[in-house]
């Protein structure tokens, strides 16, 4: 099975890195995908669904099934998160069967553990994401350093705590993977096809 | 200039993935080199050197200087050591000046950091660092699983140390280089055709 995870920092360009190694490797790729199932199979509202798997921003989000909203308790805020994160685990699972694809982030490295996939991690120093951000965001979203700094923060806490709830590694443990690419010094388009040769090599490795 | 830093965890396959890959790349090789050539400059035994730079076992060893032997206070040895230290700065320096080379070790990333090395970290599973000890070790040598963790450990400790003296950074922290390399799953002399590509593809960007 052609299963290759990727794991990334907020900035370091993780997800294009994924989105343009599945186009060269005509792999699948999940991410955003995963939430539009899940939202698909639930009834739940997909912006729902993405805030409290992605933000864990529970209390801010009233639960939507279909068009009706109904305010709902703090334990059941907790088992809708539980069932949400299950529903994840099962439809991470039906996707790895389809055939070879790239997943995004969800901790899917350790989700996906039985069907040993390629787990990169792509990380990068805080100027250098702070950089990449900054050109990806319109003008509308334009923040200032701290502010850019305190996200990028947030959203890798966000990601280490979930990653805590889903097994028992440390996200961004070197450990955890079978390659840590730093792109501070390049360009996505060019780690791009270095890191296909290597799945290419990893995956052709496993067929001898 | 065209350096690759190989920093390793003792077992992870980090120094023969280096040794093939100077071959591969006809790069200049250092490892017992720096040690000889501290001898040399110094006077010193080069057993002497190296059981002060690698292992830190500063009370088990006299110093010697030529064919003479004295013993020495504790201070002295922290002179003594702090004396090697400097020298092995120096000498890493010239050797980086020399010409395209791969350096084991040393924290030898940090040291030349002015010459903006391609800093390399290899590790490994504790499971495969045994195996690989093992592959590798004479049958006088043969120790025992629990004996071989305890000497990974504590190489790994000691070069820990090594580095939080060289640096302010941390041994083995994913931050200090620019790719971290998980050999669990992979014999050497199949990662160091990638390490190559990967080597040839990072100097060429920097000569564009």
Redesign the interface.
Known sequence: MKIITISREFGSGGRELGKRLADQLQFSYYDKEILTEISNKSGLDEGYVEKILENGLLRQYPITYGHSFSSILPLQHQLAKTELLLKQHQILKEFAQKGACVVIGRGADMILREYHPLNL?I?A?LGAKISRCRQYSSDKEKLTKRELEKKIRQVDDSRARYYALMSDGQW?D??N??????T???TIK?VVS?AA??AK?WFG?NEK
């Open positions: 991690f990380y120093d961004g070197k450990r993977y079978h390659l840590c690419i730093n501070t010094e390049l060019e270095f040769e290597y090599y490795r």
